[in-house]
């Protein structure tokens, strides 16, 4: 289940469990939404975005849930694996589509 | 390819000295972005260059922050007279251009203590 760590809310799920993060947003005029990984040491790296016009959009093990209604954003994974352990952090972008402004982030740790 | 750059991978400072971080981005990336990001703690963007043009500085916390970007490709952040609240980890980022800021390519970051 979730629940608030020191630092950042901490998901815990066990190897094979779909696991779902969950992501509130403020500005109603962003055009993307994207969800970004960060392993330890490393730097965010891109897993997937969702136009503001969509709802729901699919990738590799990965759904990206978008309603607008609740300015919330959600990532889905499926099969979670010890490899999706990281932090996990939704951002979204205007029109100009120039910088991203990113959540607090969620760590997701999976046990084998 | 390779990917985004950034040295030194660790900074140890003491309270008042000047560092400089430097961000190499993806060749032919036109925009090039620099995050300061505390521990636990979410992205906080801090500048955005986007090939000539003059850069979106909106983000910096205080005048002791600048940044370069050179013959646009290498930036330099520079951080005067570093106070201990400036330890953190900067990450920098590239994308193709502008408009391609949805998908940024970070580097590995520089963990900066300032003593």
């Known amino acids: 289940g979730e629940s608030v760590g020191l630092h950042l809310p901490t998901l815990s799920v066990q190897e094979g469990d779909n696991s779902i993060i969950n992501c509130a947003y403020s500005?109603?005029?962003?055009?993307?939404f994207i969800w970004y990984k960060q392993e330890s040491g490393k730097g965010p790296q891109f897993i997937i975005d969702i136009r503001s016009n969509m709802d729901k959009r699919q990738g590799q093990r990965v759904t990206v849930l978008l309603n607008k209604t609740v300015k919330h954003l959600s990532l889905q994974i499926a099969a979670t694996q010890p490899g999706d352990s990281a932090v996990y952090f939704c951002?979204?972008?205007?029109?100009?589509?120039?910088?991203?402004?990113f959540g607090k982030g969620t760590m997701l740790l999976v046990s084998p | 390819g390779a990917g985004v750059s950034q040295s030194p991978s660790n900074k140890v400072t003491e309270k008042g000295k000047d560092v400089e971080l430097r961000c190499d981005p993806i060749s032919g990336h036109t925009a090039l972005y620099w995050y300061r990001q505390s521990l636990g703690q979410g992205l906080e963007f801090l500048i955005y260059f986007q090939g000539n043009s003059a850069p979106d500085k909106s983000g910096l916390p205080s005048d002791r922050f600048s940044a370069e970007r050179t013959g646009g490709s290498v930036s330099t952040l520079t951080i005067q007279r570093t106070q201990q609240e400036d330890s953190a980890v900067y990450l920098c980022?590239?994308?193709?251009?502008?408009?391609?800021?949805?998908?940024?390519?970070f580097g590995p970051g520089t963990r900066l203590l300032v003593l």
């Open positions: 951002a979204e972008i205007g029109g100009g589509y120039s910088t991203l402004t």
């Open positions: 980022a590239s994308s193709y251009d502008g408009t391609s800021g949805k998908t940024q390519y």
């Open positions: 500005n109603s005029a962003s055009d993307y």
